[in-house]
């Protein structure tokens, strides 16, 4: 199996943090790039973070200086710190592995922001 699977998702108050995971497959893992994509309702999909092989990353402007992604190659896993969240992070959040047009998709992992 090589779908993406996270956790972590939840329930937390503005100004709270939460930790969401990715666990892929050695190999998709060792091989493909990995990313944090979120999706309101309503709007489109959108990057908020992305590591490569190599532990270079990328995050979207809104959430730049908030948001850690990270990845521990032993436990192909990638890790997405998120701080200081916001009414508007409520989103599904995807995880992803990419290499060129190849892409593998998580399912999806709820992340609420309310008071």
């Known amino acids: 199996q090589v779908q993406p699977v996270e956790s972590g998702g939840g329930l937390v108050q503005p100004g709270g943090s939460l930790k969401l995971s990715c666990a892929a497959s050695?190999?998709?893992?060792?091989?493909?790039?990995m990313g944090w994509y979120r999706q309101a309702p309503g709007k489109e999909r959108e990057l908020v973070a992305a590591?490569?092989?190599?532990?270079?990353?990328n995050y979207g402007d809104s959430v730049k200086d908030r948001f850690t992604v990270s990845r521990d190659n032993a436990k192909n896993t990638v890790y997405l710190q998120m701080n200081s969240l916001k009414p508007e992070d409520t989103a599904v959040y995807y995880c992803?592995?990419?290499?060129?047009?190849?892409?593998?998709w998580g399912q999806g992992t709820q992340v609420t922001v309310s008071s």
């Open positions: 992803n592995a990419a290499y060129g047009t190849y892409n593998y």
């Open positions: 050695r190999i998709i893992f060792s091989i493909y790039a």
């Open positions: 590591i490569t092989r190599g532990g270079s990353t």
